[in-house]
Each structure stands twice: as structure tokens, then as C-alpha cells.
């Protein structure tokens, strides 16, 4: 089965300031967790970018002790990133398209629309318009962050339908195909 993840920004410690209801210490521990009771060695966990700040030993053992193929569509936090082959079996640089129950799913990290910051403005063109040439039914991405305003993507005015797989929604697991709004 295919599972989706995003912005699990393992050791960003930053991340605790800027989402602090939703972000507490020890959350990278809560999300490998949940992961490891997900997968299965026969399962595809397609992680949709912003992975961690830091490469460390400590979380490549973990990282590598989960079961299944893991996939990564980079996120902005990964530009940086200098080891990301060792913890994921396939690197995307910027988006791909997948088949679930015969229908088109664009995964990328970016949404279609970001209502909250005029950042990445070209990148969020492409995705709509690979996701209207590509006959897309479904965006799957992250980047946009739970927020006290709750202004989250604007995916809907590109008519661009989208489910956002950021940890901060999903209760700091994966979700599963089965659970897609297909």
C-alpha cells in the first residue's frame, strides 16, 4: 500500500516556534512511532518533502529500521540537505504523478496556491499546470503550516483539488491511500 507524509522537519527546532500548538518537544519520536506501526515491508511511504533539518546517525538508524520503500519529492528545507540517498530508496526532484484506484494523483510539496506567503509563486504555477495537463484528480503536497488563523492553501481557487499531508494534520502519521478523498 502507498502512504503520505510531509514536513516531519526532523531536529528543526525552530519549527517548535513556528507552529507551537501544534508542534511540541518530542515529535520527531511520536512521528517514527507512528510510522513504524504504519508500515509494512511491502508498503511505499512517499514522504512529500521538508524532511529534516539535520543528517544525524541517530536518525538514519532509525529512519533506515522502518519497513517498506520510502520516496522523497523534495521540499525547500531539502535543497540543502547533502545526504538525503541514504535514508530514501528514490529522489524526486520536483513533483510526480502516481495511479490510485485508476485516477492521477499529483504528489509534489508545494500547493497550487499558498494563501500565506508570496514565496515560490513560479513553483505553485507549474504544479497547476502539470495537474491540469497531467488530467490530475488529486494534489497531494505539504508545505502549508497549521496556523491560529487558519488560512491554510488556496488550491481550491486554481480548482485544483488537494489533500494536505503535512504532519501537523494528519496527527503525526501517515496517511494511507485508502484514506484519500478520491
Known amino acids: 500500500m502507498n502512504y503520505f507524509i510531509s514536513d516531519t522537519h526532523f ?10 500548538i501544534k508542534r511540541k518537544e518530542g515529535f520527531e519520536e511520536r512521528i517514527l512511532e507512528n510510522l513504524k506501526s504504519q508500515l509494512t515491508p511491502s508498503d511505499t511511504l512517499y514522504h512529500l518533502g521538508d524532511f ?11 529512519w533506515r529500521e522502518l519497513p517498506g520503500r520510502k520516496v522523497l519529492i523534495k521540499g525547500n528545507h531539502d535543497w540543502h540537505f547533502k545526504n538525503l540517498e ?3 530508496d528514490e529522489i524526486v526532484e520536483f513533483a510526480t504523478v502516481i495511479y490510485s484506484k485508476r485516477k492521477k494523483i499529483l ?10 506567503t508570496f514565496r515560490y509563486l513560479e513553483l505553485q504555477k ?34 485544483v483539488k488537494c489533500f494536505n499531508v503535512n504532519v501537523e494534520f494528519t496527527g503525526y502519521r501517515a496517511v494511507s491511500e485508502e484514506e484519500l478523498p478520491l
Open 52 to 62: 529534516s533539518w539535520e543528517d544525524s546517525d541517530f536518525l538514519l538508524k532509525r
Open 11 to 20: 531536529f528543526h527546532r525552530n519549527i517548535l516556534k513556528l507552529c507551537p
Open 107 to 116: 504528489l509534489c510539496h508545494f500547493p497550487s496556491k499558498d494563501l500565506r
Open 126 to 159: 507549474r504544479i497547476t499546470e502539470i495537474y491540469r495537463s497531467e488530467n490530475c484528480s488529486l494534489l497531494i503536497h505539504g508545505h502549508v503550516h497549521w496556523n491560529p488563523y487558519c488560512v491554510f492553501c488556496g488550491c481550491h481557487l486554481n480548482c
Open 86 to 88: 541514504l535514508y530514501f
